[in-house]
Nanobody
Framework: QVQLVESGGGLVQAGDSLRLSCAASIRTFSNYCMGWFRQAPGKERELVAAISSGGGRKYYGDSVKGRFAISRDNAKNTVYLQMNSLKPEDTAVYYC???????????????RGQGTQVTVSS
């Protein structure tokens, strides 16, 4: 059974950094596109970042460009989200997700994690 387990969330102050990790129990992890999504209370879920199976293609949402960086370690079946210069509006539950091929939409992801809370205080 495939599982995606996020970790690294927490409470930080504006301007701080956090690194989220997502460990995937996918046997062929290196064939999967991985994405980070987030959902704040009362708002729709949005794509934060996505990375292709080999790591050569990356996509970022407009609100995080220049501040966040997605990466992956296929030897460890793990994808990361480095979040710098955090703002209160980054407060949300962050989810990782996976699918074969390439996609940037939540609904087309094959597997999804349970999420980790990130709270940024002003």
């Amino acid at each position: 059974q495939v599982q995606l387990v996020e970790s690294g969330g927490g409470l930080v102050q504006a301007g701080d950094s956090l690194r989220l990790s997502c460990a995937a129990s996918i046997r062929t992890f290196s064939n999967y596109c991985m994405g980070w999504f987030r959902q704040a209370p009362g708002k729709e879920r949005e794509l934060v970042a996505a990375i292709s199976s080999g790591g050569g293609r990356k996509y970022y949402g407009d609100s995080v460009k220049g501040r966040f960086a997605i990466s992956r370690d296929n030897a460890k079946n793990t994808v990361y989200l480095q979040m710098n210069s955090l703002k209160p509006e980054d407060t949300a539950v962050y989810y990782c997700a996976a699918r074969l091929g390439w996609t940037t939409t939540w609904d087309t992801m094959s597997y999804r994690g349970q999420g980790t809370q990130v709270t940024v205080s002003s």
